[in-house]
């Protein structure tokens, strides 16, 4: 995996509200980029300025809180990168301009696609 998208280390936001999908979605991305965790959109840290994230990953139960939080940022960061985690059997509906993974999937299956969104400068584009 390439360790170089610009001079810093992307800034991921995992919207998961599972605690311990949450920490394995964390301790793995953690890895590669540096991330955010929260189980709703309420407990976005005010620390964590929306503008300077880079990605999202949300589940298909936060993903129209995702999809908000998309909008605002994507007014100031147009390569903002999304990704929405369905489940095949929830019947959840991806949402617009978010890149869908469906579970389960292997971890590095996404560090992989956010890498590689993060690197073409992609952003939202349904082509990956």
């Given amino acids: 995996m390439d360790e170089g998208v610009g001079q810093r280390r992307p800034i991921v936001l995992v919207m998961e509200a599972d605690p311990l999908l949450r920490w394995s979605l964390t301790t793995y991305l953690g890895r590669f ?7 709703s959109l309420e407990e976005l840290d005010h620390t964590v300025h929306a ?3 880079d990605a999202i990953v949300a ?18 960061n147009l390569a903002i990168v999304a990704v929405q985690m369905v489940a095949a059997t929830s019947g959840a509906d991806v949402v617009p301009n978010f890149v869908p993974i469906e579970k389960p999937f292997q971890l590095d299956i996404l560090a992989d696609l956010l890498w590689s969104a993060l690197k073409e ?3 939202t584009k349904n082509n990956h």
């Fill in 59 to 76: 589940s298909d139960d936060l993903a129209s809180d995702a999809e908000t939080l998309f909008v605002r940022i994507r007014q100031t």
């Fill in 51 to 53: 503008e300077h994230l």
């Fill in 121 to 123: 400068g992609c952003g």
């Fill in 33 to 39: 980029f540096t991330v955010f965790a929260i189980g």
